[in-house]
């Protein structure tokens, strides 16, 4: 029919402007390799929005569509409200954030078990600095609300074991650590960076950052501790 017709058309122009903006970006075109990411920028290009052009971009927006956009829209669909959480969803970000860093420095193989994931998240709750000084008690409640919420609602955090739980992908993990290490203070930012630069596991949350970090001279100061530490390195040898 007419209508068949047109919905065919539509649906090969959409598909033939994907991938346009897959073939116009390196970054994307070797996203679309990976399945689930595959996935994630379909459903970005089906919510007309337009589609991020560097991968860094590409993990940012992916993680804010899962943390922030999706489950509302699941609510609205299912009529239901939010968990008993008062952390908004820029506050559940801050804390995986957290959490993807401990996995990162922590645990090279990206899994940790349901309860150290929980402590990890309490004690950062907890923190006056960093994290939002709540009291032990509410902290822990929050702790095991945000796991629950991210493996349940935002399909951010999945088992992997019957014990075990992680990142959904790697790349978010990494991109979420380096979320986290760009909220310290700047001179702890360098000394981090000079301190992991070397380090093959570091390298995309160190690239991450530096795409993170806004100001020039802020790029250029990281930039400078990463020479310095290269520098230092190779006047032992």
């Given at each position: 029919t007419a209508s068949d017709s047109s919905q065919r058309q539509n649906a090969e122009a959409a598909a033939a402007s994907f991938m346009a903006e897959m073939r116009s970006s390196?970054?994307?075109?070797?996203?679309?390799?990976?399945?689930?990411l595959l996935g994630l920028l379909l459903y970005l290009k089906g919510s007309s929005l337009p589609l991020p052009n560097s991968r860094f971009r590409a993990y940012g927006r992916l993680v804010e569509h899962l943390?922030?956009?999706?489950?509302?829209?699941?609510?609205r669909a299912a009529m239901v409200t939010p968990d008993q959480s008062e952390l908004s969803?820029?506050?559940?970000?801050?804390?995986?954030?957290?959490?993807a860093f401990c996995l990162q420095a922590n645990?090279?193989?990206?899994?940790?078990?349901?309860?150290?994931a929980e402590s990890a998240i309490s004690q950062f709750l907890q923190d006056e600095i960093l994290?939002?000084?709540?009291?032990?008690?509410?902290?822990?409640?929050?702790?095991r609300i945000l796991i629950s919420f991210g493996e349940q609602e935002l399909g951010l955090l999945?088992?992997?074991?019957?014990?075990?739980?992680?990142?959904?992908?790697?790349?978010?993990?990494?991109?979420?650590?380096?979320?986290?290490?760009?909220r310290m203070p700047f001179n702890e930012q360098c000394a981090f960076v000079g301190q992991h630069c070397t380090e093959p596991s570091w390298r995309e949350v160190l690239l991450s950052l530096l795409h993170l970090t806004q100001r020039p001279e802020e790029v250029a100061e990281l930039a400078k501790a990463i020479e310095n530490h290269t520098r230092s390195t190779s006047d032992r040898f």
């Amino acid at each position: 029919t007419a209508s068949d017709s047109s919905q065919r058309q539509n649906a090969e122009a959409a598909a033939a402007s994907f991938m346009a903006e897959m073939r116009s970006s390196i970054d994307l075109g070797e996203l679309a390799k990976i399945p689930l990411l595959l996935g994630l920028l379909l459903y970005l290009k089906g919510s007309s929005l337009p589609l991020p052009n560097s991968r860094f971009r590409a993990y940012g927006r992916l993680v804010e569509h899962l943390i922030s956009v999706h489950p509302i829209a699941r609510r609205r669909a299912a009529m239901v409200t939010p968990d008993q959480s008062e952390l908004s969803p820029e506050d559940a970000r801050i804390a995986f954030a957290n959490l993807a860093f401990c996995l990162q420095a922590n645990h090279p193989e990206g899994l940790v078990d349901g309860r150290t994931a929980e402590s990890a998240i309490s004690q950062f709750l907890q923190d006056e600095i960093l994290g939002f000084g709540l009291d032990r008690a509410e902290a822990r409640r929050q702790s095991r609300i945000l796991i629950s919420f991210g493996e349940q609602e935002l399909g951010l955090l999945v088992r992997k074991g019957p014990q075990e739980l992680g990142f959904l992908h790697r790349s978010f993990q990494e991109h979420l650590a380096a979320e986290h290490i760009a909220r310290m203070p700047f001179n702890e930012q360098c000394a981090f960076v000079g301190q992991h630069c070397t380090e093959p596991s570091w390298r995309e949350v160190l690239l991450s950052l530096l795409h993170l970090t806004q100001r020039p001279e802020e790029v250029a100061e990281l930039a400078k501790a990463i020479e310095n530490h290269t520098r230092s390195t190779s006047d032992r040898f």
